[in-house]
């Protein structure tokens, strides 16, 4: 027996799923979008007019997410859309989360919809591995009526490429003896971490699949792909050394993204978008009394590339001034120039209660001004509405001056208009 057990949970097309289990359970309709070819995209003028997910039916006919929702119809005429609904996905996604945490004390929620339990230990309570998940994958299906795959290994990383085997609906294990058989043989593209952009050039370096990429000398990687190439090459080999780490139940993660009005090609235009995102997380960590330790910013480029970058804190924080420098230059280390149609800005190691700040010799008595100038704000808003007050900047620009979230989310989408304005 391993002493590591890892489980990924992934679920299969989550909103799409999430949206028909609302529709079936909720509204009584009897039509099931999981059966018929449909998708979630979102609202053309606002340029999330992309597919966001897809129906098994829809993939047949070549539906892809990311691609445009015109793209996606000419392929199939008959597809349904649907629009996207984030606060009922929220709501699914901590339902599924709650479950998890009663097979494993220990779990991390990586996305809304993935986590990862670490399991180790539990088979005096639940057995081997694969019955312990075959039961979380039932029983999340019993309860909350959608489907999930579950990736069982000795690490994070092969835990997660098991989970993306067949689906849905399925348990796969990925061992490290079962390398060489079930992960090497996948397209290199298929390995988490290699973006399309990766994929091109170590496609132009003749590494196809990833066990090519396990085998190629690790200095011709460094050198053509610096830091990133070791750790690819790491991940083809099945090494991945990161822990499970859980958060305490209230400390989620504040932040916040945004898809923008227009592409993102300086850094001014760059600098708002990261403002008005920090706005909207400062006052909700002002909200619940949290300071956050780690700030991170995601890019992503017009070609559905990207990345993102953090760093930590000399001190925790709340000030949206403060983790608007961060980001920002956190933002200029990670852009490479190119266009960027969505940018993200995303904290963490909060700690509550932490009140006031420490008089530093370097900083003054600028915390404290922030601090209070940040509750004034909030509390006028809290009274009179968001908008009652906004920074300057913001004054006639196309961002909203606090962005990001659900809060501004459309949620109801005349696809047909839409296709036809575009057209
Ligand atoms: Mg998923």
Redesign the pocket.
């Known amino acids: 027996m391993f002493d590591k057990i890892i489980f990924h949970i992934?679920?299969?097309s989550?909103f799409l799923s999430w949206e028909a289990v609302y529709r079936r359970e909720i509204l009584h309709v009897k039509e099931d979008l999981r059966d018929i070819p449909s998708a979630v995209g979102g609202d053309v003028r606002l340029r999330h007019g992309i597919i966001l997910a897809k129906s098994q039916p829809a993939k047949k006919y070549g539906v892809q997410t990311g691609e445009t929702l015109i793209e996606a119809r000419r392929k199939c005429p008959s597809l349904k859309l649907v629009p996207p609904h984030y606060r009922l996905y929220d709501r699914c996604s901590a339902a599924l989360m709650e479950i998890l945490r009663r097979f494993s004390p220990n779990v991390e929620q990586y996305s809304i919809?993935?986590a990862y339990c670490d399991m180790s230990g539990t088979a005096g309570l639940y057995g081997f591995p694969m019955v312990a998940a075959h039961l979380i994958k039932d029983t999340v299906r019993q309860e909350l009526g959608f489907t999930v795959n579950v990736g069982i290994s000795s690490n994070k990383l092969l835990a997660k490429m098991a989970s993306d085997f067949r689906k849905p609906d399925q348990v796969h294990t990925l061992f490290p003896e079962e390398i060489p058989q079930k992960m090497w043989p996948l397209p290199v593209s298929e390995l988490f971490f290699v973006g399309h952009a990766t994929a091109k050039k170590l496609f132009a370096l003749g590494i196809r699949t990833i066990g090519d990429l396990a085998r190629t000398d690790q200095g011709v990687l460094r050198t053509h792909l610096k830091k990133q190439g070791e750790l690819i090459y790491a991940f083809a080999n099945g090494v991945d050394v990161s822990q499970v780490v859980s958060a305490p139940l209230a400390n989620k993660g504040y932040g916040n993204s945004m898809t923008t009005p227009k592409d993102v090609t300086d850094l001014s235009e760059a600098r708002l978008v990261l403002l008005a995102l920090c706005e909207t997380i400062g006052s909700r960590l002002r909200k619940d009394g949290a300071s956050v330790g780690v700030v991170s910013v995601s890019i992503v480029y017009s070609d559905f590339t990207g990345g993102s970058h953090q760093t930590t804190l000399p001190e925790e924080t709340d000030l949206t001034d403060e983790l608007w420098e961060h980001a920002v230059r956190l933002f200029e280390e990670l852009w490479d120039g190119r266009a960027a149609r969505h940018l993200g800005v995303h904290t963490g190691k909060a700690v509550y209660g932490k009140d006031t700040r420490q008089m530093n010799l370097f900083t003054g008595e600028r915390p404290q001004k922030l601090q209070r100038l940040g509750r004034t704000l909030d509390e006028l808003r809290e009274k009179y509405g968001e908008d009652c007050i906004m920074r300057g900047v913001f004054l006639n620009g196309q961002i909203c001056h606090m962005s990001g979230g659900i809060g501004r989310e459309k949620q109801t989408v005349d696809y047909e208009k839409e296709l036809k304005k575009v057209r």
């Open positions: 992934d679920v299969n989550a919809d993935e």
